[in-house]
Each structure stands twice: as structure tokens, then as C-alpha cells.
């Protein structure tokens, strides 16, 4: 079975090298908007494939990518150095933050988050099938497995991302664990009640 799950953000970057002059000579912002979609071979106890309460490292990681700026790491010494003295909220990329880029990051990210979560409510191995990034109300990007396949893991790590730290002092410690020491988030056992 198949659920879906939305979270948004407001954010900014700049599209270098792209055909739209707009895009690529100007700061802008967009109201992403991040839907993931996850399946499981069973579902839980509860006939869930899993709680959506239990997206909470998910939530995390997308909120960071609130109200910062996004940059690519081939940007300007001038621009880079900018964001990082004058502003709390900025994340560095290792690829130019387009929408397919950044719609398989947070496949990258969501694929990482649930292989290191413990399910304790009888799900039944649930992965991550696909990440759309609306950018705009008309127009958005979707990775799947074959995307993070073939272009992924061939040229990008997670570490390679790097996060301010007015947005990491916003981490959890076991958030911060998990994502840079793959350490396991567990999730709360629920006894099962009836039968």
C-alpha cells in the first residue's frame, strides 16, 4: 500500500546556467512544496503503513530548508561569503539547487532517515517509492530508486551538504545522530491493546 505525505518550506536560490535569464542572474524565492510518497509490504498494527506522527525527523530535515538560501558550492567566493556573514539560515550544495536536483536530495534524505529509523508497531518494510518538489503552483520535479540509482550515489553524499549553524542549533541531538553518525532513531513502542 502507498501513502503520501506533503510539508512545505520557504526558501531561495539562484538557478545557474539555466535558459531563463530570471532564473539564473537573480535571487528569488519559492513555496516548495515536498511530497513523499512511502510504501510497505504490510501494514501495521493499527492497519497503517506507518503514523504519520512518526515523520518527525522527516519534518525536521524539511524545516530546515525554511526561510534559508540555498546555494551551490560553484558560486561566487562573493556571493558564498555573503550569505554566510549576513545571514543565520543558509545550506551549501554540492549541485546547483534546481528542482530535479533538490527533489532527489529529499529522496537522498527521506530514503536515509527511513533506513535509520527502528518501526516498532509492526510495519512492514517500509521505503521511500518517490519525492516530488512543487517549486511553483504549475510545476514541479519527481525522483524515484532509479533516479537516486543512476544519478545520486554516483556523484553526491549527504555529508556534502552543509547546513548553517543557525539551522543546525535547531537539531535535536537525536536528529543530529542520526543524519551525520547513522546512528538509529527509534520510535516509540506502542503496546498493542486489542487483539
Request: some cysteine; overall charge negative; hydrophobic content about 40%.
Amino acid at each position: 500500500m502507498i501513502i503520501r505525505k506533503k510539508l512545505r518550506y520557504e526558501g531561495s536560490h539562484v538557478v545557474r546556467n539555466c535558459a531563463s535569464r530570471r532564473c539564473s542572474h537573480s535571487i528569488h524565492g519559492h513555496s516548495a512544496i515536498i511530497e513523499i510518497k512511502f510504501y510497505a509490504s504490510a501494514l501495521d498494527n493499527a492497519g497503517m503503513v506507518m503514523d504519520f506522527g512518526l515523520m518527525g525527523a522527516i519534518r525536521q530535515l524539511i524545516d530546515s530548508f525554511d526561510h534559508a538560501h540555498d546555494m551551490w558550492n560553484k558560486e561566487s567566493k562573493h556571493i558564498l561569503d555573503f550569505f554566510q556573514e549576513e545571514n543565520e539560515r543558509w545550506i551549501i550544495l554540492p549541485f546547483n539547487p534546481t528542482a530535479e536536483m533538490l527533489s532527489l536530495m529529499f529522496f537522498a534524505y527521506a530514503k536515509h532517515i527511513i533506513e535509520h529509523t527502528v518501526f516498532s508497531n509492526g510495519e512492514g518494510e517500509v521505503q521511500v517509492l518517490s519525492v516530488r518538489y512543487h517549486e511553483t503552483a504549475t510545476g514541479y520535479a519527481e525522483a524515484d530508486q532509479t533516479d537516486y540509482e543512476n544519478i545520486w550515489l554516483p556523484n553526491y553524499l549527504l555529508e556534502d551538504i552543509i547546513f548553517s549553524e543557525g539551522i543546525r542549533e535547531e537539531w535535536p541531538e537525536q536528529f543530529l545522530n542520526m543524519l551525520h553518525k547513522g546512528k538509529m532513531i527509534e520510535n516509540p513502542h506502542i503496546p498493542l491493546q486489542i487483539k
